[in-house]
């Protein structure tokens, strides 16, 4: 796989596979944070930061997802990469529906960026990354260290009163978080990456494993941590909307859909339509290509399932070799869920008024 080193960027440097077959994701290297603390380096402050995205990946989703929920987008400025990647890396195509230009410094390639705040790195090139426009810098390109900063270090430029990382929930959200991971939001890749039997067996095995577990869990609880909306189902999100699209067929995680899930497919309908304001009159939106405006942007707001779909049956060939883009299946996301009949409803600012 392609990375910088030392600054340069290498096409042959990185293999993502062990000697046992096994998907082998690297870790990412800017761990910096933003801290509500007068003494830190990086501060929350309105118009500082910018976010790059890949409506694609479900890592920069989760980014997204936090963004919208917490009424951050205009303290927060956002640039989208196209979804299709080739050997160069991430790359800015604004002529492309959904896409943009980078607007900070007109770069062409993410990888730029990244030069830019560490002349030698030696890195993959990923997304999300948060850059802080006051010193031209990354501050972290880790989507979970990103989605909690987002949530706990921005209460007073957000403009909704939304805490997905509560008091007394943070233990079980950590630790639900962390259950998710590997089998789950991990899972799809050891299984669609795999090169041997073995590796995708125990992948797949582990995967639905956990799907039926959390089934189970959600047939007597609105979300995975109760009765609160928490950063654990924005975790659990990401995936679940890739999955009937792309990761049952694409990465060979077919032994069942999340959409023949008793409760995991209503629960998926039920955050989606999370954040939904009552609908206004206009064209679409001109970077998500999403149906006509809201007034307060949701979770449906930051599905894209165009680039979803594009990304990964272009862009991976080892895995589908002809880059064609699977139709189907033709999903209703917006169906009744019943899901409200459980113990608890999502923050009053998220609440539903269409």
């Not at 409506?55 to 963004?67: D, E, G, K, N, S």
């Not at 080739?86 to 030069?115: H, I, M, N």
């Not at 950063?231 to 995680?253: N, P």
Request: proline letters at 5%; a negative charge; aromatic letters at 10%.
């Amino acid at each position: 796989m392609n990375m910088l080193v030392d600054g340069e960027w290498r096409t042959d440097a990185y293999e993502s596979t062990t000697e046992d077959g096994e998907f082998d994701r690297q870790d990412t290297t800017f761990r910096d944070s933003i801290e509500d603390d007068p003494d830190a380096r990086f501060q929350p402050e309105a118009g500082r930061y910018h976010l790059y995205v890949s409506y694609a990946c479900p890592w920069a989703h989760r980014t997204l997802l936090v963004r919208a929920l917490k009424g951050l987008d205009d303290a927060i400025s956002v640039d989208v990469v196209d979804p299709f990647r080739a050997e160069d890396g991430w790359q800015f195509t604004p002529e492309k529906a959904g896409c943009t230009e980078d607007s900070l410094y007109g770069a062409e390639y993410l990888r730029e960026l990244y030069v830019k705040a560490d002349p030698d790195a030696t890195c993959r090139v990923t997304v999300p990354v948060l850059w802080d426009k006051q010193e031209e810098t990354i501050v972290n390109n880790e989507s979970e260290e990103i989605l909690r900063m987002l949530d706990t270090e921005f209460d007073d430029v957000a403009a909704h009163d939304v805490d997905l990382y509560p008091e007394g929930y943070r233990d079980e959200v950590d630790r639900i978080i962390g259950d998710i991971y590997d089998p789950i939001n991990n899972g799809v890749y050891r299984a669609g990456f795999a090169k041997s039997q073995n590796a995708y067996d125990e992948a797949v095995t582990e995967l639905f494993d956990a799907l039926d577990h959390w089934d189970d869990v959600l047939a007597d609880q609105r979300y995975l941590a109760g009765d609160r909306l928490t950063e654990a189902d924005i975790c659990m999100f990401t995936t679940l909307v890739r999955f009937d699209q792309v990761y049952h067929t694409h990465f060979m995680c077919n032994h069942q859909y999340i959409r023949e899930y008793d409760n995991l497919w209503p629960y998926l309908r039920d955050l989606y339509q999370t954040g939904v304001a009552e609908r206004s009159e206009g064209a679409p939106d001109e970077r998500t290509g999403s149906d006509p405006t809201r007034e307060s942007p949701g979770v449906a707001e930051t599905v894209n399932m165009d680039h979803i779909k594009e990304h990964y049956y272009t862009t991976h060939p080892d895995v589908t070799p002809s880059r064609i883009v699977a139709m189907g299946p033709d999903l209703d996301f917006e169906a009744a869920h019943d899901r409200d009949d459980l113990p608890g409803e999502p923050p009053e600012d998220l609440l539903a008024t269409a």
